[in-house]
């Protein structure tokens, strides 16, 4: 069954509505709100260069837990929404969180959001990945599939152009790895480690450009 079938079934309605209702309840806790979903109409935004928002899962925690993470590091979720992700790597010791998104509404709310947490390390900036130019600040980097493959080839071929410009150990973090190929076709990244899901949402990939 394709994914397309797959949306339009009963259980991807119900696994939906379930996790929305538990990310409700913790955005009530918290008062932020990184739990609804948005489509790219509904950001501002033409859903051929971008993807729906929908907010990372917990599941970033562990996957941060396996990586050597240092108060010099700085790291960068493109495509980062509403900002459910910073505020998970918000718990390691970053000296840099960084987000980008194409959506200046999602950039308002995750604005929202991390002065209600005071999260100070984390900053949102409206901009495009496909052709954003300061990747060299960056020693690790993070995607939630927040973009159809021709746009996430020409944000890896900018993040390519950097490793080669600036060489540096770095890290990939990637939820939901749909376009995985185009990664290891650069013959750059290798696979570190995986975690695995039954449901693909909730499946990591971690690579890395040295041995």
């Not at 973009?147 to 770095?170: D, E, G, Q, T």
């Amino acid at each position: 069954m394709d994914f397309t079938a797959i949306k339009k079934s009963k259980a991807y309605g119900v696994l939906r509505n379930l996790w929305m209702k538990r990310g409700k309840k913790e955005d009530e806790r918290l008062g932020v709100d990184f739990s609804l979903w948005e489509e790219p109409e509904q950001a501002g935004f033409d859903p051929a260069r971008g993807n729906r928002y929908q907010p990372s899962t917990d599941g970033l925690r562990e996957v941060l837990k396996r990586l050597p993470v240092e108060k010099e590091d700085a790291i960068i979720d493109i495509g980062c929404g509403k900002g459910k992700a910073m505020h998970l790597m918000s718990a390691f010791p970053f000296r840099q969180i960084d987000g980008i998104d194409l959506s200046a509404e999602l950039c308002r709310t995750a604005h929202e959001n991390f002065a209600a947490l005071g999260l100070e390390r984390c900053r949102v900036l409206q901009d495009d990945a496909a052709v954003f130019e300061h990747y060299d600040a960056y020693n690790y980097f993070y995607v939630f599939n927040s973009f159809p493959a021709a746009v996430f080839r020409k944000m890896l071929n900018y993040i390519l152009c950097s490793i080669a410009r600036k060489p540096r150990k770095v890290y990939f973090i990637y939820l939901n790895p749909v376009c995985r190929e185009l990664l290891t076709e650069t013959g750059v990244f290798r696979l570190l480690f995986r975690r695995g899901h039954p449901v693909r949402w909730f499946r990591y990939e971690c690579y890395t450009n040295e041995a």
